[in-house]
């Protein structure tokens, strides 16, 4: 495959390299110039004005080299703010997709968040992706760190480790109904993010946008657009990389409430500051309005949540110390106060 084409070559003339067996696909290749099928549109209508951005991730994550340059985990959620409203959207489908065009390993998040041991046994040698579905609130994103910049350490029971470094290394691709935790700095770095637009939900699904299709149970011919349109995302992504992407509103409104908790996104975005007033007493007002105990929720939670909030919605609240206040104290301002606000 280049920027411009795909070509073909018969295996007798593939020299000084190999195709693992659990790598190759049972169907024949048809060639076909523009694909357009169910799952064409499928792809459309969950990506919406990111279909450009969906097709680049696809195609970087089934072309098989890797670069050194690019040490990236995509990780794929839903365009709503409350988590437990997701599912249906298409994120197991898109991972099947991947597995439809070679082996990936497919591992359950819950089970992987929890695995004390040997949580990447299932995985085999040749396989391109490590697929993790549903990634829950207790995964320790600390932990692929070193996996997705470096390399990835195998251990089976009864069995010496193997180390593949970072070019035999898989790629990975999380899917979840939650956000990423991005107040870590390597997560703003090495992952790339997608959130699919709800169009699809529990209630409306594919099949009943499609008279009952079901996808990948196809005859040659809808295989055939399938492969077209897949390979096409690769030809893309060589020719494009990874396209510009910016999250949504309501995907960042979420990674900020899995962060801090939704009463105190409510709270900050419903208050009218009073120039100069302590920020204790807000505060204390906050846990009141939320009968929340100082133990449940810190002092230092409660300012740190403020500066994420400034960062990720614009600033509409501003925090100065006040070193001339007996036991200086913050004051908390609006935005139009900031300049009789104490510094």
């Known amino acids: 495959m280049t920027s411009e084409c795909i070509k ?16 190759l ?52 959620a839903e365009d709503v703010e409350d988590s437990s409203k997701g599912g249906g959207a298409g994120k197991g489908l898109l991972l099947k997709a991947i597995g439809k ?3 990936t390993c497919e591992m359950d998040g819950e089970m992987l968040a929890t695995a004390k041991s040997f949580p990447f046994q299932a995985y085999e040698l040749g396989m391109p992706v490590v697929a ?46 939650y956000s990423l935790p991005t107040d870590k700095d390597f997560i703003t770095r090495r992952f790339k993010i997608l959130t699919l637009k709800p169009y699809f939900t529990r209630k409306h699904r594919p099949m ?3 008279n009952g299709e079901t996808f990948f149970l196809w005859n040659d011919n809808e295989w055939a657009h399938f492969d077209n349109w897949m390979l096409q995302c690769v030809v893309f992504y060589i020719k494009n990389g990874i396209i510009n ?3 949504s509103d309501s995907y960042v409104r979420k990674e900020f409430t899995v962060l801090f908790g939704a009463p105190i996104f409510e709270f900050l975005a419903n208050t009218t500051p009073i120039d100069n007033a302590p920020l204790k007493k807000y505060y204390e007002y906050f846990l009141s309005e939320n009968a929340l105990k100082e133990s449940m929720y810190k002092f230092e939670k409660f300012k740190r949540a403020i500066n994420n909030y400034e960062e990720r919605f614009g600033i509409n ?10 036991n200086s104290y913050y004051t908390f301002c609006s935005i139009e106060m900031a300049e009789d606000c104490t510094s």
């Open 8 to 23: 073909f070559k018969k295996y007798s003339e593939i020299h000084n390299l190999f195709v693992w067996e659990n790598n």
């Open 25 to 76: 696909i049972d169907r024949d290749y048809t060639e076909i110039e523009e694909p357009e099928s169910n799952w064409v549109d499928f792809c459309r209508k969950i990506s919406g004005e990111k279909y450009d951005y969906l097709r680049s991730l696809i195609g970087f994550n089934l072309h098989r080299y890797k670069d050194e340059q690019l040490q990236l985990a995509t990780f794929i």
């Open 101 to 103: 065009m070679f082996k």
């Open 132 to 177: 993790v579905n549903d990634a829950s609130l207790a995964m320790n994103w600390d932990s692929f760190k070193s996996i997705i910049t470096d390399g990835l350490t195998i251990e089976k029971k009864n069995k010496d480790q193997l180390y593949l470094d970072f070019k035999k290394s898989p790629k990975f691709i999380f899917t979840s109904n």
């Open 208 to 210: 009943d946008e499609y």
């Open 245 to 247: 992407n910016e999250v």
């Open 317 to 326: 609240f501003i925090m100065r110390k006040n070193p001339n206040a007996q």
